[in-house]
């Protein structure tokens, strides 16, 4: 007994020395958001300092939450969608019997394995011909079809809707579309909620993409705004870190609320294959 | 009676009727999307990619000049692929084995608060890659970093170390940024593998008298094997689309965009992704050869996805005879 006591102090300790090299850049870009700028650069700031509320001021007069409304809105339309079409994609190869399903999904798993730069160059070129060029849309209706969604839902779908529910709704006279979305949609909702996680994260995160698609400062998004806008706050840096931390928010909000799902989705496919 | 029975039949065959249509309908979104959006773009760039343009004027058909100049003229194609695959090689042995350890550790009965240092561990791997840039960014910086400011105080060294000016180096801090960023994923992935070994196993050896270090060799280490090997393969998929965090490190995010250099010191950091962008959309406008360095990359990512699978496959073979 008491040799496992020490056993899990020292392996508690050792993970908690691994913890605090993962988190120690997050620390330090904390307190150095709550600096005056000029004092970041004399020692190590290892404790908040007095400027945060300051700091996020100069944030907003910058206009920094024109690009956190950018990257809300198109992070939620194209979460929303995404999931929606990848729900009924699924759904239609996990529960109904039609030509070249087999196929269609082979097909639908290949896409997955394509990395999506390969087409960039033309994207673009596409972009401009439609007029889609400084508009959300390139960012949103695109990220609506995914191979990893539809292989999500079909492979959730397949396992805990069970083929009963949606038979007995046909006996009632239900139509197909009221079938899924008034009764299935129950049973499937933690891998709706799962994935829309996960999407609404890699959309907030988003790169290059954005970057090459959004040239007016007022449609940025918060990874492009942070990194193009270096007049706006001119050298103040202490104010860019702070810009930062903000746009970190939701992400640690996610993660703190629904990290279990968000690991097992993120597992899933690979642990199952 | 007799209407009673055929509205019957009218009803039943509506609803065959509506199984056959329906699941079309319900894909059909998928596949305009992705028509419109993926293999469209995917077959006009391989178009373009025989061409010279530069997006605005006529194009020019030139036959596979672009191909030529990219493998044999252009110095820089070569030079991101031999980058990315130095990282690659770096990281990937790093971030396997690390994984394989720290999902042991984590594993193991005697860690407190586990829910706590997942999260720790995980969280670069959440956050946006643009920060992650600048977070290096700012630890690594000459005069201000704070990992210059620590050795000084520790007194190993006697001056800042210029880490992002110095080829070698710079490497050295992408591919920490990697490790740091990816670990936590990789630990998730053989934790969700520990956890699904059967008990029986660890059991059947307990009765053996074998030692933790022996059942973590025999039991632990061949069941991770196949994960081991996704997650191989991953990472030179992954490995090939970097971009953002390199990008960003090297932007002159600190100065002002006054240091900013296209693949950090003589473009020893330029990512295949990186040199794709720059190509087409960055300091040059050559859609042309943009279009080709995106095929040229796709066909490296393939190739050595085959060649790690071979490997790892071929591996498999001999130590099973």
């Known amino acids: 007994m008491k040799r496992n006591s020490a056993k899990t102090i020292i392996f508690t300790s050792i993970m908690l020395v691994i913890s605090i090299i993962f988190i120690f850049p997050f620390y330090t870009m904390l307190m150095m958001s709550s600096q005056f700028s000029e004092d970041i650069y004399k020692g190590i700031p290892l404790f908040l300092g007095g400027y945060f509320i300051q700091n996020i001021k100069t944030v907003f007069a910058a206009n920094f939450q024109v690009f956190y409304l950018n990257s809300f809105i198109v992070a939620s339309c194209a979460t929303i969608l995404s999931v929606f079409v990848s729900t009924i994609t699924g759904y239609s190869f996990a529960k109904y019997k039609f030509r070249f399903k087999k196929q269609l999904f082979s097909f639908i798993l290949i896409t997955m394995m394509v990395p999506s730069q390969l087409g960039l160059v033309a994207f673009v070129v596409e972009m401009k011909q439609i007029g889609w060029m400084n508009t959300f849309l390139p960012l949103i209706i695109p990220a609506a079809a995914t191979g990893f969604g539809v292989y999500w839902m079909k492979n959730y779908i397949e396992s805990s809707l069970p083929i009963e529910l949606i038979e007995s709704g046909r006996i009632d006279g239900a139509s197909e579309p009221r079938i899924l979305f008034s009764i299935s949609l129950a049973c499937i909702k933690p891998a709706i909620f799962a994935l829309g996680m996960m999407n609404f994260v890699t959309s907030w995160n988003s790169f290059l993409v954005p970057l090459v698609i959004l040239n007016k400062l007022s449609t940025y998004t918060i990874p492009i705004g942070i990194i193009t806008l270096n007049s706006a706050y001119r050298t103040d840096i202490a104010a860019r870190i702070m810009a930062l931390v903000i746009g970190t928010i939701p992400l640690v909000i996610i993660f703190i609320s629904s990290s279990k799902s968000f690991i097992s989705g993120i597992t899933m496919g690979a642990i199952k294959g | ?321």
Not at chain 2, 81 to 94: E, K, Q, S, W
Not at chain 2, 101 to 117: D, E, I, Q
Request: glycine residues 10%; aromatic residues 16%.
């Open chain 2, 1 to 321: 009676m007799n209407i009673q029975t055929i509205q019957g039949s009218t009803h039943h065959k509506k609803s065959i009727d509506g199984i056959k249509v329906w699941p079309f309908i319900f894909i059909v979104p998928f596949f305009v999307i992705y028509l419109a959006f993926g293999i469209f773009p995917i077959i006009y760039s391989f178009i373009i990619s025989f061409t010279s343009w530069n997006g605005f004027e006529k194009p020019v058909f030139i036959g596979i000049q672009n191909y030529i100049n990219i493998f044999t003229k252009d110095p820089y194609f070569i030079k991101s692929i031999g980058n990315t695959l130095i990282f690659m090689a770096i990281d990937t042995p790093i971030l396997i084995v690390g994984g394989i350890v720290l999902a042991a550790v984590f594993n193991s009965r005697m860690v407190k608060f586990r829910g706590a240092f997942r999260l720790a561990i995980f969280s670069p791997y959440l956050t946006i890659p643009v920060s992650i840039g600048i977070l290096f960014a700012l630890l690594f910086d000459w005069n201000s970093g704070i990992i210059n400011k620590l050795l000084l105080a520790v007194g190993v060294v006697d001056e800042g170390i210029n880490w992002l000016g110095i080829p070698m180096l710079a490497r050295g801090v992408i591919c920490l940024m990697i490790i740091w960023k990816y670990i936590g994923y990789h630990m998730i992935f053989f934790n969700a593998a520990i956890v699904a070994i059967p008990m029986e196993l660890y059991e059947a050896a307990d009765v053996d008298g074998a030692t933790v270090f022996q059942k973590f060799i025999k039991i632990t280490v061949p069941m991770l094997k196949p994960i081991a090997e996704f997650l191989i393969i991953m990472n030179i998929i992954w490995g090939f689309q970097l971009f953002d965090e390199p990008m960003v490190l090297f932007s002159g995010w600190i100065s002002g965009g006054a240091a900013s250099a296209v693949g950090g010191p003589g473009r020893s950091c330029l990512t295949a992704i990186w040199n794709l962008y720059d190509t087409t959309f960055g300091t040059q406008m050559q859609y042309g050869k943009g279009a080709s360095i995106a095929y040229g990359v796709f066909l490296f990512i393939i190739v050595f996805a085959i060649i790690g699978y071979r490997v790892i496959k071929g591996k498999g073979k001999e130590e099973n005879e």
